[in-house]
């Protein structure tokens, strides 16, 4: 039985994986301006409830872009180990 890798498909796999960790940090930094919004009506149980919201969201956020971003440093990772392999202990023919 042959097993192939590709490198080169593991390596972009990992860096949209950063990618999309980034755009969920983004995201979580957007829902601190919907906060400071619910400020602006003037009750405050509906800031308190919107700021309490808020932070769970942005908690469960940093959790997930933690996970995604270690999917991604993983796939480069392993991107990088194959390719030292075929270089290294792989005979060329």
């Known amino acids: 039985m042959r097993m192939e890798a590709q490198p080169d498909a593991l390596s972009s796999a990992g860096s949209r994986q950063s990618g999309i960790a980034n755009d ?14 619910a400020s602006g009506a003037g009750d405050p ?38 390719t030292y392999v075929d270089e290294t202990a792989i005979p060329a023919g």
């Open 24 to 37: 969920i940090v983004e995201l979580s930094g957007r829902l601190t301006t919907a906060a400071e919004g």
């Open 45 to 82: 149980a509906l800031q308190e409830a919107m700021t309490g919201a808020v932070q769970s969201w942005q908690a469960s956020l940093a959790l997930v872009a933690e996970s995604v971003r270690g999917i991604g440093t993983n796939l480069s990772s392993a991107a990088g180990i194959y």
